[in-house]
């Protein structure tokens, strides 16, 4: 049956679930497995991305109907999704082939969970803010250990070359392309409002 006021409850929690992951993704890491950097991002992103696909498919029963944001990247990313299970599936050692194509599988998952999410502007915004607050506050916490500041009390990471991606490359690997779409964003941004400024002179020129 179909309950808007639910529909809209769970829309909310997916978008804040959604922005609590991507904030925390650059952030997480666990000390107590063999690699303390990319296998438990790789864990998170699939506990996450499942979380919110059981979120999306609930919305979608109560709606009683299937909504897909239409985007030129839907058609690429299904076809390379399908590609790599497939290719995992008829791989010889079937096993290992799956459990390296999981993550990706997730990431094509939370692909789609985003664009299907994040439909308003001001929720873009709010997707965005997560993105950025999660790249800063990582590249805070590498420049205050280069710095030789340790204040998160864990023994096995004082070290001046700590990163929450495992390595300087890798945080790099990261935070250059999120610094690129900022300036881009904010350089967008800033000739929105010059333009606006000279059509507001050239209206008022023209009323006065």
Not at 118 to 136: E, N
Request: charged residues 10%; contains cysteine; proline residues 5%.
């Amino acid at each position: 049956m179909n309950n808007p006021a639910a529909v809209i409850l769970l829309k909310r929690i997916s978008l804040w679930l959604l922005c609590l992951f991507i904030f925390l993704f650059p952030l997480f890491f666990l000390t107590t497995t063999t690699d303390p950097f990319i296998l438990p991002k790789q864990i998170f992103l699939v506990v996450s991305a499942s979380i919110l696909l059981l979120l999306w498919s609930v919305v979608s029963v109560l709606e009683k109907k299937l909504i897909l944001s239409s985007n030129p990247f839907n058609l690429p990313v299904g076809i390379f999704a399908v590609a790599v299970l497939l290719s995992s599936l008829l791989s010889r050692n079937m096993y290992d082939s799956l459990s390296l194509a999981i993550p990706v599988l997730a990431s094509t998952v939370m692909f789609f969970i985003i664009a299907n999410t994040a439909r308003s502007k001001k929720d873009f915004i709010f997707v965005m803010g997560s993105l950025v607050l999660g790249g800063a506050v990582s590249a805070i916490i590498s420049i205050l250990y280069y710095f030789k500041v340790y204040f998160l009390p864990i023994p096995a990471i004082q070290s001046q070359y700590f990163s929450t991606f495992g390595s300087p490359v890798q945080s790099v690997l990261y935070l250059l392309p999120l610094a690129l779409l900022c300036i881009i964003m904010l350089a967008k941004d800033i000739k929105a409002k010059r333009l606006k400024n000279q059509y507001d002179s050239i209206f008022n020129a023209i009323i006065a």
